[in-house]
């Protein structure tokens, strides 16, 4: 991990700011979703990528019954089903 060098303030509700050159190089847009992972004593944030509930393959992805299915898991389940 390296450091950005770039420190922010929580305001009275506990947000932060994101810097534009931070959301511009890890390509996150408004409205884009941020997971929050913590390790140990750190807080780590990683821009949301929906993936497959079976295998986390976030490429090719299609919901089944609001959940999300790639299509390499809705072949094996079909062969599977049969």
Known sequence: MKSTGIVRKLDELG???LPIEIRK???IKDKDGVEIFVDDNK???KK???SCI???N???VTYFKEKLVCM???EI???AMK
Do not use: E, T, W
């Open 15 to 17: 947000r932060i700011v």
């Open 48 to 50: 949301y990528q929906p």
């Open 25 to 27: 190089s890890m390509d």
């Open 58 to 60: 976030a490429d090719n």
């Open 54 to 56: 079976f295998c986390g």
């Open 43 to 45: 807080i780590i944030l």
């Open 72 to 74: 390499d898991c809705v």
């Open 77 to 79: 389940l079909k062969h």
